[in-house]
Structure formats: C-alpha cells, structure tokens
C-alpha cells in the first residue's frame, strides 16, 4: 500500500502510537464484572465505559488539525 493516505486530518494528542495495552485491560475488567454480575443475577452494563474511564488511555483523543502537509497525511 505504497500510494495509502489519510482521508482527513486527525490526529492522536500525544505521541503514543497504540493503546492496545489498555484496550486488553479494559475489556478484561469488563468481562469480569460482567460475569460477577452474571452470577448475582444483576444487569449486565451494555459498554465498557460503564467500568472503564478512556482518559486513562495512552492518547487522550483526537484533534482536527487544520495546518497539514502531504508528509502528515501519509499513514
């Protein structure tokens, strides 16, 4: 995929290349407290934002950046 680009001009605030680390611990904490619930006989959340908080993530969101170059743009 020598000739792939970006479509639009988002950004990660930081300069953190993945949150794979953290998207392992939230869905494990996740499907434990789904499964607690489970044998209690309670509602199950539906989200993992119901146990998890994503600003605890390595990329603290996005950012439209409206001052890019075609070496930004490339993935």
Known sequence: MSRSKRKTPFFGFTTATSEKLMKRKWNKRFRRVAKALMLVD???PVKKQAVSDIWEGGKD???YW???TKKDMRK
């Open 61 to 63: 969101g996005k950012f």
């Open 66 to 68: 409206k001052a890019h």
């Open 42 to 44: 309670k509602e199950i």
